[in-house]
């Protein structure tokens, strides 16, 4: 509570008649400061945020699962390694049905379905079964450009006949017999170049290998896809 001076003394006349001033009452506390509600209630609702902030990224980093990648661009048809593929760590969204590290066993062996680029997830849809188609044959790589492939993509597996076309200069009608063929099966294509041309590498029976490797040598070579079952 606040104390004052009581009866002060009147001040004493000036010169010409005139009184000084008064003294001001004396207090013992100054004037108290206002206290802000609107700011202490957003200071409040911050904290409160940030907290709710902070769990949401906990809960968040807790709910990230290791799923499989592809490591760089994969061809359609080429069969999958370990070296294809890379883990990445996501967060779960059942609107995604990447494949788990854990069932990597799955995906190693089979052929791309279509073409990966690097950085997509792998589903069960990115890839095809196939039967391992080297075993016991030897690879070659088949230089193809435009009309010498079908039109429709090749993919790891599918069972191939490799004809060898006619020469430059020989005249087609004075050819006679048919042209001589060797069975094969497609292990992967390459992407196109700037040219549209591919590299095909072909399973061949270690007999026949040198003979299409000839054939490739020299652009007389043109691959047929037989009918898929």
Do not use: C
């Not at 016991?136 to 450009?145: C, E, H, M």
């Amino acid at each position: 509570m606040a104390r004052s001076i009581s009866q002060p003394r009147p001040a004493p006349a000036a010169e010409g008649g005139r009184q000084q001033p008064a003294p001001l009452p004396v207090t013992d506390s100054g004037p108290r400061r206002s206290r802000r509600p609107m700011v202490v209630a957003v200071g409040v609702a911050l904290a409160a945020l940030g907290g709710l902030s902070a769990a949401y990224f906990v809960n968040q980093a807790g709910d990230r699962v290791s799923v499989i990648a592809v490591a760089h661009d994969i061809p359609a048809g080429k069969v999958i390694t370990s070296d294809d593929l890379i883990a990445a760590s996501v967060v779960a969204d059942p609107a995604l049905k990447p494949v788990p590290v854990t069932r990597s066993h799955d995906i190693l062996g089979k052929a791309a379905a279509a073409d990966l680029p690097a950085g997509a997830l792998v589903t069960d849809r990115s890839v095809r079964s196939g039967k391992p188609v080297a075993a016991g044959k030897d690879i070659v790589g088949v230089l193809a450009k435009q009309g010498q492939l079908p039109a429709g993509a090749l993919q790891a597996g599918d069972v191939v006949t490799v004809v060898q076309t006619p020469g430059q200069g020989q005249d087609d009608a004075k050819s006679t017999g048919q042209p001589s063929t060797i069975g094969a099966v497609v292990v992967q294509v390459s992407a196109p170049d700037a040219n549209g041309v591919r590299v095909v590498d072909l399973a061949v029976s270690p007999v026949e290998a040198p003979t299409v490797a000839s054939w490739a040598a020299t652009g007389r070579v043109a691959v047929v896809l037989k009918g898929r079952s």
